[in-house]
T-cell receptor, first 115, second 114 residues
Framework: EAEVAQSPRYKITEKSQAVAFWCDPISGHATLYWYRQILGQGPELLVQFQDESVVDDSQLPKDRFSAERLKGVDSTLKIQPAELGDSAMYLC?????????????FGPGTRLTVL | KQEVTQIPAALNVPEGENLVLNCSFTDSAIYNLQWFRQDPGKGLTSLLLIQSSQREQTSGRLNASLDKSSGRSTLYIAASQPGDSATYLCAADGRTDSWGKLQFGAGTQVVVTP
């Protein structure tokens, strides 16, 4: 069964350092999502791509976060510089399309700890 | 802004008991309501998706109902098993544009003891 791949699974960094997360969606899925999940809370959407275009990044802290999906396949989320409050699980998901009747498939996530 | 609340935050039941998980949302103008399962330290797995025109969805031992007028959805899990232990999250899609956007609750952590 096809799965969403994410790496690394765990990342420990010191504040003010740069970190990057990678996501490879299920083949053929045009829509890709990055979520942030703080411990004890539900995921919050950071950015949504349709192919290589951003369709929603309203909750992305653009002063320090950036996301790209250059060829409309895999994607990278970057944080520079990292802050203590960025410690969270970063989840990537993909779906066949961005319409509202499709299921989103989630990857295993990257657990970020900022010291 | 849509707010989604799940009560209780945690549930501990003996094996075989039926589970009832509640989800409430503040804006009834949702497009669909979804239930997910999350195992510790893992990603989310979609369980059921109920479109706004539907009242319920069933999959095996799982049944989810939706009452838009009262802003509530309930997930029933029949004859619980230890393997059902996980956190269950509901999410409401209430965007008015063409792109779906899920607003998640904080989840209910379920422990089923043998």
């Amino acid at each position: 069964e096809a799965e969403v791949a994410q790496s690394p699974r765990y990342k420990i960094t010191e504040k003010s350092q740069a970190v990057a997360f990678w996501c490879d969606p299920i083949s053929g899925h045009a829509t890709l999502y990055w979520y942030r999940q703080i411990l004890g809370q539900g995921p919050e959407l950071l950015v949504q791509f349709q192919d290589e275009s951003v369709v929603d990044d309203s909750q992305l802290p653009k002063d320090r976060f950036s996301a790209e999906r250059l060829k409309g396949v895999d994607s990278t989320l970057k944080i520079q510089p990292a802050e203590l409050g960025d410690s969270a699980m970063y989840l990537c998901a993909s779906s066949v399309s961005g319409t509202r009747t499709v299921t989103q498939y989630f990857g295993p996530g990257t657990r970020l700890t900022v010291l | 802004k849509q707010e989604v609340t799940q009560i209780p935050a945690a549930l501990n039941v003996p094996e075989g008991e039926n589970l009832v998980l509640n989800c409430s949302f503040t804006d009834s103008a949702i497009y669909n309501l979804q239930w997910f399962r999350q195992d510790p330290g893992k990603g989310l797995t979609s369980l059921l998706l109920i479109q706004s025109s539907q009242r319920e969805q069933t999959s095996g031992r799982l049944n989810a109902s939706l009452d838009k007028s009262s802003g509530r959805s309930t997930l029933y899990i029949a004859a619980s098993q230890p393997g059902d232990s996980a956190t269950y999250l509901c999410a409401a899609d209430g965007r008015t544009d063409s792109w779906g956007k899920l607003q998640f609750g904080a989840g209910t952590q379920v422990v089923v003891t043998p």
